[in-house]
Structures are given as C-alpha cells and as structure tokens.
C-alpha cells in the first residue's frame, strides 16, 4: 500500500455515490418513452435473475450444498413465504446438508 | 399521515432489511478478512464499507489499493464495476413521486446497493422513502459490522455459520421475483432469459471473454431491451400495484 487509504475511500466512495444518485435525482417523473419504461420496469427481475445464477452456486463451501439452499428458495418462496423465512429456510438447509459427511470441506 | 403508520412502513422495511443484513455480514466478513490482509486497519475497512455500501467494488478495489495504484485508476474500476447501479438508479426514478424532493432523492440513492433497489423497486408504487430508510437502517451496520468483525478476528465465526449465511441474499433474491413471476409470464420470461444469459456469459466460450464486471449490464441492456420490445408493459399493468 503506498497511495493514502482515506484519498482511496473517498474516490470511490464518491464514484459510486454519484453513479447512485445522478439517474434517480434527475429523472423526475415518467418517462416518454414506452419501450424505454418497459425496460426500466424488466431491470429489477433480470438483474435479480441474473446475479442469481450461476453465483448462488458458489456461494457456498459447496455446490451440492447451494443447490440444496437453491431449491429450497425456490420452494419457499413458490409458496409465497415471507423475504425472511425464504433466506433463513435456505441457510438453515445449506447448513443441514454440510452435516452430511463428504459434502463440504472444513 | 399518522405517525404511528409512519412508523409502520419504516418498520416494513427494516424487517425486509433483515435478510439483507444477513447475507451483507456473510460478505462483507469475507472482505474484512480480506482487507487486513493487505494492511488496511479495522476501523477504515469499517469506514470503507460505510462509505461505499457496495460488494463487488469494494472487492475488486482492494488490488488497486494493495497495489499501489493511481486514485485516477481506482475511479475508472469503480465506475466500471458499479455501472449497472445508474440502470437501477433510472428504473427506482420511475417508482416515486415526481414531486419527491432532491434531499430525499439523494439520501436514498446512497444506500442503492443491489438488495436495497430490489426491494424497493419491486415496493407498490408509489415508494414511500421510510420504506426505504428502513431498509438501509438495518442492512448498513449489518454491512459495516461484517466488515469490522472480519477484520478484527477473522477467524472468530465458525466456517458452517458463513457458508449457511451465503444463501441467505440468494434466497432473498428468489423471495422477491418468484411471486411476481408466478403471477405474469412475462416476467417469468424475462427471468428465465436472464439467468440462462447470465450462465452463457460465464461459461460459453467466446463469450466468456467478457469481463466479469460487465457480465450483468450486457445481460440486463440485452434481455431487458428484447422484453420490452416484444412483451411491452401495458399501460394498466404499469399502474397496477404488486403488493
């Protein structure tokens, strides 16, 4: 480490701040556009897919475990649990499955 | 409005923060471990996370600061790993008052993580902002202190525990988009288009000579764009809220 690590906080923090706030504090009211809307309104359901998988995959000690964690959400929230039921119902699985002796690595 | 249900949609969004806080402190504890690794002190790593509220920059901004490098260099990484928030950013504008003021707008925007903008956009129209404040208040100092005990004892927190809590925003992710996919088959659609781009992104070769970091704008501006222009949202189902 050699630059000023408050300097680094602060560039990127500043960065990111304005890439956050200049859209959503100067697009004031509905846009023209019906097929820009259209997308603004796919954006929240595709992002969501798609930082869901492949990672979910690896965001556990292993892939057996996350998928169990995987199907288990999906179960969960096909039944229309509740944001928290639905994640801790998936860790509580992921953490069941890796007692099973082979699974994951500790 | 009555304070008391004031209080209550504040209240909505702190409880939906729970989950959030959750998987933040699965990650953020990670890049505790991994930013006094490379000598950063546990209170700026703390201060760090406070300031940016973002995994993936703040990850990959780590070999820059180890590195030595340029604060010029650092900025143009940030920009490029956390393009995808101006997208979310456009689409919240279209989900609150117009009349909402700037103060507010910015107060927002600064815990517009990925977790936080999808509940919020995903909130009926049109957002309250205590929806959202709730939110942050509660998945911040889950962020922060992730960040902070990481850091300061790495090894404290039995490994089952983080690797059970790595599902816990996965989850999250699929408690939000399930019920609304279940319900209109267009946005079953466009999730399922998604994920299979966002999988042939990561493995296909040729195309997984992208960079990581633009793996979800070119999967969100190519799936996105294909939806609206073939399944457009109707002009009562826009207005429709999705409780």
Known sequence: MSGNIYIYMLVMALVTYLIRMIPFTFI??????????????????????????????????????????????????????????????????????????????? | MKSASRFQIWKKGARHGIPVALGYFAVSFAFGIQAAGIGISTVQAALLSLLNLTSAGQLASLDIIAAGGSYLTLALQQFVVNIRYMLMSASLSQNVEPS??????????????????????????????????GIISVAVPGWTVGTLL??????????????????????????????????????MAAVLAAMAGSIALRYCPGLN???????LIVVTLAVGFVMALIAPVPEEEEKEETA
């Open chain 1, 28 to 106: 004031r009211g509905r846009i023209k556009s019906r097929t820009l809307r259209s997308f603004l309104y796919y954006v929240p359901y595709v992002t969501l897919g798609a930082m869901t998988v492949p990672a979910v995959f690896y965001a556990t000690n292993s892939p057996v475990s996350a998928a169990a964690g995987f199907l288990t959400a999906l179960f969960l929230s096909y039944k229309n649990k509740s944001l928290l039921t639905v994640a801790a119902g998936a860790c509580i699985a992921v953490f069941l499955v890796e007692l099973i002796p082979g699974v994951a690595v500790f």
């Open chain 2, 100 to 133: 909402l003021s700037t103060g507010k707008r910015m107060t927002i925007a600064y815990g517009l993580s990925d977790e936080v903008f999808a509940l919020s956009a995903l909130y009926p129209k049109p957002l309250d902002p205590l929806y959202t404040y």
């Open chain 2, 150 to 187: 990481g850091a300061a004892m790495g090894q404290i927190l039995p490994a089952r525990i983080v690797s059970a809590l790595g599902l816990a925003i996965y989850g999250m992710f699929l408690a939000i988009i399930i019920p609304d996919a279940k319900k209109s088959r267009t946005v």
């Open chain 2, 209 to 215: 000579l992208i960079p990581s970091n633009y793996r």
